[in-house]
Nanobody, 120 residues
Framework: QVQLVESGGGLVQPGGSLRLSCAAS????????MAWHRQAPGNQRQLVAG???????NYADSVKGRFTISRDNTKNTVYLQMNSLKPEDTAVYYC??????????????WGQGTQVTVSS
């Protein structure tokens, strides 16, 4: 099995910054794509940003130019640097990984979520 643990959420004022981290653990052979999704109350979960093992990235239009996704393959960790935060960025942020365990098939794993609140 693969476990994902997020950290770094919290309360921040509009215009502020936060950095989320997500560490994967378990008997992992490799992790292909890692991504961050978010879900605000009453809304569906949506992709915020994704990154391949080779470093190719994609972003939701709403966060382009403000958020940066990165990863450290040696630590099986993905990060989300969030700058110029807006109240509409308020949501629970979830880490997602397409991981291949030793001797197993790819697993689509999710973290437990971390709350990000942007408010004055």
């Amino acid at each position: 099995q693969v476990q994902l643990v997020e950290s770094g959420g919290g309360l921040v004022q509009p215009g502020g910054s936060l950095r989320l981290s997500c560490a994967a653990s378990g008997k992992i052979f490799s992790i292909r794509t890692m991504a961050w999704h978010r879900q605000a109350p009453g809304n569906q979960r949506q992709l915020v940003a994704g990154i391949t093992r080779g470093g190719s990235t994609n972003y939701a239009d709403s966060v382009k130019g403000r958020f940066t996704i990165s990863r450290d393959n040696t630590k099986n960790t993905v990060y989300l640097q969030m700058n110029s935060l807006k109240p509409e960025d308020t949501a629970v942020y979830y880490c997602n990984a397409d991981a291949i365990p030793y001797g197993g098939l790819p697993i689509d794993s999710w973290g437990q979520g971390t709350q990000v609140t942007v408010s004055s």
